[in-house]
Nanobody, 120 residues
Framework: VQLQASGGGLVQPGGSLRLSCAAS????????IGWFRQAPGKEREGVAC????????YYADSVKGRFTISRNNAKNTVYLQMNNLKLEDTAVYYC??????????????WGQGTLVTVSS
């Protein structure tokens, strides 16, 4: 049972980056997988979640229209395509199992983080 995030880096404002989360088959089969982030001095927050066989997606308001979560079951990987990045997107990004109610929340499993720095 594991989640492994990768793809972080340094990007200029307005740029793009794609994060990858390699997940174990067990987690992909039985859990929704999503992305969370934690900026310096702030609490960890949910960013995006992809749920169910129909791949329903949910996003935090702050990233709607800019970020896209997707899933490749053949590769056991969940992606987060981030476009039009802003300075405030700078954070450590974590993949984890997720749920959605009034907001995105973690449902028990975390991967390690990958740092995204947006800077000119």
């Amino acid at each position: 049972v594991q989640l492994q995030a990768s793809g972080g880096g340094l990007v200029q404002p307005g740029g793009s980056l794609r994060l990858s989360c390699a997940a174990s088959r067990f987690l992909l089969d039985y859990y929704a997988i999503g992305w969370f982030r934690q900026a310096p001095g702030k609490e960890r927050e949910g960013v995006a979640c992809i749920i169910g066989s129909h791949a329903n997606t949910y996003y935090a308001d702050s990233v709607k229209g800019r970020f896209t979560i997707s899933r490749n079951n053949a590769k056991n990987t969940v992606y987060l395509q981030m476009n039009n990045l802003k300075l405030e997107d700078t954070a450590v990004y974590y993949c984890g199992t997720c749920g959605y109610g009034s907001s995105l929340y973690n449902t028990g499993y975390w991967g390690q983080g990958t740092l995204v720095t947006v800077s000119s």
